[in-house]
């Protein structure tokens, strides 16, 4: 916050000096000119009479989609037990893979800095960088459509998730309770057992049920590419055009997701 | 070795680790015991052809080749254009929606805002959060066409929500002193939060854009799929017809962009700070 | 048995933190470890037993050289020193029994700690360590639900567990207020009596060093510069080992200590008053 004097010797408070206020007025300017910039890249191709189009679309959308088909109802059951499955599984699946390499990744347990670490930390780059929708698709074309496509997706996706803020908080741990252990000749695995769960474990419970209540979002999708759950009914509605379907569908997703959030809180609040 | 000795009112007492997690005895049981029955059932309903699994591990294969040894070239203008699609998707709709997640956020907040409009943004934040962009993204691509504008829209609604959650979030635990201490001077309501609120949540309104930014990347790269534009549309136009060695292309990209700018965030955090 | 010979210690940034230090130590004796901070007192206690490692020198433990052992071996020795450190360094999250038999970490396979299926003989003995530090009820409580004085003696309690051949114990009394420090002192000295247990404690307070321990080692810059008995410790040797005006000044606090904990405590009518005269007298 600097204090300076002008021309006639009167001592002034600027929040900025002159010079800086003049390079972030800068910075700002071209900012401006890079979004206006991807605007215009982006809208090269939109359509602005379907856009203006829109209110009327949404109206009429509107009108389509209410009232709901609740009769449909006895047919989404069973493919939302298979949207919790596939999450619940892919997440059990994802957590169980994520700790070791969690273990791998982080600078104070690594085995290997040099080697092993940055090959732990590219499985998460990598793992975190690819939607698990893009997951499902591949898994899809691979080993064909069905819930082990959908499974493997949210577990693959769930690996970055969990592995990047597990290891994180194993290299906030006080090490001075891990040095003591080590002082009383413990092996590796019992310093782990003895000195670092303890003080990770909350953080693990608590970032295991919050990557759970993101998946059962994200398992509500995957049936569009054939993985299996709600999304193949939702699939299958958009494509017949049948709108009162939809309806109910979005609504028993915002009905799971609100208990799923609900169970979450529960269960990290429980856990410090 | 003179040790205290064993024999005594302390010998032979047996000790049990106390439990850790569920410390009643009986709601123990109860949940683990339902946790392992839903498994059981749980895995019991996947219904895994192991035939065409096998026969796919080949196929497998053929993406793991396609992704060590990935095909810029062939398709390089799908590509280029997808990629320039999700880029400047990227951008916009997280400026503007960090523009508009302001004043939702602090409508959403029950400490500032009236009722009525409290109740109004709440449920704009909850649309928002609960279904994914995929969804949000085809009731766009139905109102205004398919291609990036539709991704524009779909992503600024999904930042709205995500920002406007924890910005309300974070309005709603303020330090109150400091709030009342600049409403006593008789600041008026838009002095009160430049100066009484926005000093408090402005570090982390950064952060959080910053992230933001990324998520909004990543989901760039996947409504592609159902038209609204992005490397998503490539991506999926090579997968299925089985190119894997351009889908490996595809995604070393993204990964790479990703990673490019998670060591960046680091830098731009404290340039910012 | 503990004999140090020429145990150095060199920093990669130069730093010489030990220059050269030797001495032994006898079955049952307790050395106190004074000198300033930054002296290497820290960093002397943490190579004997390999948590920071020596660049030159010897340690014997009964004729074994720790110095060179590594591995297994090294593990082995380790669960024959028992350390007890400043800010008590408990596992948290852990009971105050669980901590206590971590103790014995170094004598059970995995699975058995894993499982917490520690044997008999070494629950009975946590059991009684407990009781003879005064924490019997206390047994399954976390460890983070303790005072400092507290976890102190649980940390005391699980050295001990480990049936150690020495102790070696690194400022034990720097988080706890004047009236706990002594108390604790005092544990510590009664339990290596027992025991005939030698110990080599690091310690910032010389009047308690004074109070308790039979010869003290003076540290200052690596080097040692003071090996006797408390009663040679007079005004000369330690502004030699602390510096003139750190000495003028730790006195100055010590009789502001003293003070304060007359003014608290003074009117109990059992031996803690007389060290606190004592200290009044000193200063």
Known sequence: MPVSTTADGRKIWQRRTTATQWAIWAGWFAFVVLLVWCWELMTETTIWAFVSDAPQQ??????????????????????????????????????????????????????????????????????????????ALLLVSIIGPGLLAGIIAIALRSIGFVGKLLYEAIEEIDERQVEAVRAT???????????????????????????????????????????????????????????????????????????SEWVSAKVRHAVI | MASVPTAGPTAGRRWRRPPVLIKDRNTRWLVYGGLLIYLILAVS???????????????????????????????????????????????????????????????????????????????????????????????FVVMVGFGPF????????????????????????????????????GASFMQLINYGIQPQVMPRLIG???????????????????????????????????EYDSAGAVLLIIIGIVMLAEYSSSYVRRWVQ | MLRLETLAKRYKTGDHALKGVSFTVEKGQVVGLIGPSGAGKSTLIRCINRLVEPTGGRIYLNDVDLAGLSGGDLRRARRRIGMIFQEFALVERLTVMENVLSGRLGYVPFWRSLLRRFPQPDVDKAFALLDRVGLAEQADKRADELSGGQRQRVGIARALEQDPELLLVDEPT??????????????????????????????????????FVDRIIGLTAGEVVFDGAPTLLDDAVLTRIYGEEDWTAMQASAAEDAADAAATYGTQPTAEKVPVERMAGLA
């Open chain 2, 45 to 139: 309903t996947v219904e895994v052809d192991w035939q065409r699994v096998a026969e796919g591990l080949e196929r497998g294969l053929r993406f793991i080749n396609g992704f060590l040894q990935p095909d810029f070239t062939s398709r390089w203008t799908d590509i280029q254009r997808g990629l320039i699609e999700s880029l400047t998707m990227t951008l916009t709709s997280t400026v503007v929606g960090v523009l508009l997640s302001i004043p939702i956020g602090i409508g959403a907040a029950r400490n500032i805002a009236p009722p009525w409009i409290y109740y109004i943004c709440r449920s704009i934040i909850a649309i928002s959060r609960t279904f994914q962009e995929v969804i949000i993204a085809i009731f």
């Open chain 2, 150 to 185: 539709a991704g524009f829209l779909t992503l600024s609604f999904a930042t709205i929500g995500f920002l406007g959650k924890l910005l309300a979030e974070d309005i709603e635990d303020i330090d109150e002193a400091q709030a009342e201490a600049i409403r006593a001077t």
């Open chain 1, 185 to 259: 000749g413990a092996t590796g695995l019992q310093v782990v057992d003895y000195g670092i769960v303890p003080q990770v474990l909350p953080a693990f419970f608590g970032i295991s049920v919050f990557r759970w209540d993101i998946n059962i979002r994200e398992s509500t999708i995957l049936g569009l590419v054939g993985a299996g759950g709600i999304g193949l009914q939702l699939q299958s509605s958009l494509n017949t055009l049948a709108w009162p379907q939809v309806t109910l569908i979005l609504l028993l997703i915002l009905g799971t997701v609100v208990v």
């Open chain 1, 58 to 135: 949404i109206a009429d959308l509107g009108s389509r989609m209410f009232p709901p088909r609740w009769s449909y109802i006895d047919q989404l059951v069973w493919p939302l037990l298979d949207t919790i499955n596939i999450a619940s599984l892919g997440t059990l699946l994802g957590v169980a893979i994520a700790v070791p390499i969690a273990f791998l990744a982080a600078r104070n347990t690594s085995p290997s800095v040099l080697v092993l670490r940055p090959v732990a930390l590219f499985i998460i780059v990598a793992s975190r960088s690819i939607n698990s929708l893009i997951w």
């Open chain 3, 174 to 211: 720097a988080s706890l207020d004047p009236k706990t420090s002594r108390q604790i002192m005092r544990l510590i000295m009664e339990i290596c009596r027992e025991r005939q247990l030698p110990a080599v404690i690091n310690i910032h307070d010389v009047m308690l060093a004074k109070m």
């Open chain 2, 208 to 242: 959080l854009s910053l992230y933001r930014l990324d998520i909004n990347f990543r989901e760039s790269a996947v409504i592609g799929i159902v038209g609204a534009g992005g490397i998503g549309g490539t991506l999926d136009v090579a997968i299925s017809r089985y």
